[in-house]
């Protein structure tokens, strides 16, 4: 190979967001190069969406047979860290499939390498030239990891090293009960680990909705302790760690760092890109287009944090390529219609955002429908009585707005409620679709049930008003 090579777009990062752009360039009929440092496969297979989901379902399988054997031992065929160490074997084999696809795809495209810029037009990827007349950074992020933690040294995991261990700990202490650390509570606890998490906010799951937080804080409560609206302290101790929230405190063998995530911006070098920063002296890209401003870059998945899933990344992934493209082209870019928010913590019951939070709400001109649990058969029958779907709905018309809910099998009626939502479907139009029965959709149907009952009430009103 020369040493320096001449592409059309460089894309750096073969993540979900980086392989989608570059295929994105590559069917428009021009040239680019993949740029990875490794190891590929993706976060999403190797550290995110599939680990987390194989070890919950590990922890699922744990629990029904602890459940069914109560206080007997389980056959010695049967433990825990079994089950853990399946399901994250089940995780090499999808990260390793992941990675012989993206070789595949790039061929020759694909260059392993730490990418920096040197110029606005060019990258050092391992000492080796790269010249591209734009470029999509898609590097993704890594957790955060404050220095009061860092203190605490090899008795502190990220879900990057909670995955590479193949043994589970005694006890946690999981500092960040948002979508992340909570998946983790519930899959430790059903494993048989002592869990204690605690975050500063008052809801768990980030979830906005306060009736979803507060019934969501509640049911989890049952399987560990969750701490939650006050600081949470980290002390090292000689068994571990000593982790605080308020005036309770717990000693644990060790702490998961679940405080979110930060763009991998670091080493790359967007100074000498020509990008210029914001006020508070960041790099932020341009939410429609994704573009850096004052550069031929566009930033695309995690790293650019506003939306941190990975359809979010696919999707992100063809917008900054088409940015990319428009500059070669010269033409505007055709930057597709980003999709209805959409957010599934898989806790069995499931915590999901629809569509727009409650805190974006106008509380004067919407309708809140609700449905419980325990007044829909078959979430009785799986025992999920706890279970609240919450519609918001807009006055008048009832145009479906978005939806907060807890519920066992959540992730299927959040699937639902977006399709709804982005098809501008109303509370009434809704209630026109078949619900079979015994089902949980049939939650649903209460909860536009209830919010067509009070669109009805203000119409009444108005009629009597007249
Ligand atoms: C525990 C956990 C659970 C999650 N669960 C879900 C879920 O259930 N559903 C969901 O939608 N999302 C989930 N996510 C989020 C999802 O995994 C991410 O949004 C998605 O993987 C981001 O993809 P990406 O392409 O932006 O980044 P990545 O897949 O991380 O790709 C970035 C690539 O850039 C490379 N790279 C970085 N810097 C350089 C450099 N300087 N030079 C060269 N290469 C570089 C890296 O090697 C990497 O391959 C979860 C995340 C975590 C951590």
Same mark, same amino acid.
């Given at each position: 190979m020369p040493d320096t090579l001449h592409t059309d777009i460089a894309v750096i990062g073969a993540g979900t967001a980086g392989t989608s752009a570059f295929h994105e360039i590559r069917r428009a009929g021009h040239s680019a190069l993949l740029i990875d &440092? /490794? *190891? @590929?496969?993706t976060t999403c297979a190797r550290a995110g969406c599939m680990p987390s989901k194989a070890v919950l379902h590990a922890a699922h399988r744990w629990s029904v047979l602890r459940d069914f054997l109560g206080r007997q031992p389980a056959p010695?065929? !049967?433990?825990a860290d079994a089950l853990w160490r399946e399901a994250l074997a089940l995780r090499d084999t999808l990260a390793d499939g992941a990675a012989k696809r993206t070789r595949e795809a790039a061929g020759d495209a694909l260059l392993l390498g730490s990418a920096r810029f040197v110029a606005p037009d060019a990258l050092d990827v391992d000492g080796r030239r790269v010249r591209a007349r734009a470029f999509v950074v898609a590097t993704g992020s890594r957790p955060v990891v404050p220095p009061f933690l860092r203190e605490l040294g090899a008795a502190v995991l990220t879900t990057d090293s909670l995955f590479q261990r193949d043994r589970l700990p005694r006890s946690v202490g999981i500092v960040g009960a948002g979508a992340v650390g909570l998946e983790m509570a519930v899959a430790l606890s059903r494993l048989g680990v002592r869990v204690v998490a605690a975050d500063r906010? %008052? +809801? *768990? !799951?980030?979830? +906005? %909705?306060p009736a979803i937080g507060q019934r969501a804080a509640q049911r989890f409560r049952e399987e560990f302790t969750l701490w939650l609206g006050q600081p949470v302290q980290v002390e090292a101790d000689p068994s571990g760690a000593a982790i605080r929230c308020g005036a309770d405190s717990e000693l644990v063998e060790v702490v998961l760092a679940a405080l979110g995530r930060e763009p991998?911006? &670091? /080493? @790359? %070098? @967007?100074a000498a890109s020509g990008a210029t920063t914001d006020a508070q002296g960041r790099f932020a890209a341009d939410p429609a287009t994704l573009r850096l401003p004052g550069s031929s870059l566009f930033l695309a998945g995690d790293v650019h944090p506003d939306r941190p899933l990975m359809h979010e990344a696919a999707d992100e992934g063809v917008i900054a390529a088409r940015g990319a493209l428009s500059l070669l082209d010269g033409q505007p870019a055709r930057v597709p219609a980003r999709r209805t928010p959409l957010g599934i913590v898989f806790t069995d019951p499931d915590i999901c955002n629809v569509g727009m939070s409650f805190d974006r709400l106008d509380p004067e001109s919407t309708v809140i429908g609700t449905a419980e649990g325990s007044g829909n058969g078959r979430s009785r029958i799986l025992h999920a009585e706890s279970s609240l779907v919450r519609v918001y709905a807009r006055r008048g018309d009832g145009l479906l707005l978005g939806a907060a809910l807890m519920a066992v099998h959540g992730e299927h009626l959040a699937h639902l409620l977006a399709w709804a939502v982005q098809r501008g479907e109303t509370a009434r139009s809704l209630l026109e679709m078949p619900y079979y029965h015994p089902v949980v959709e049939e939650m649903l149907q209460s909860a536009l049930k209830d919010a067509a009952r009070q669109l009805d009430t203000d119409t009444d009103t108005a009629r009597g008003n007249r």
């Open positions: &440092h /490794g *190891p @590929l496969g010695s065929s !049967a433990s906010k %008052d +809801a *768990p !799951a980030g979830i +906005a %909705d991998n911006v &670091h /080493g @790359l %070098d @967007l």
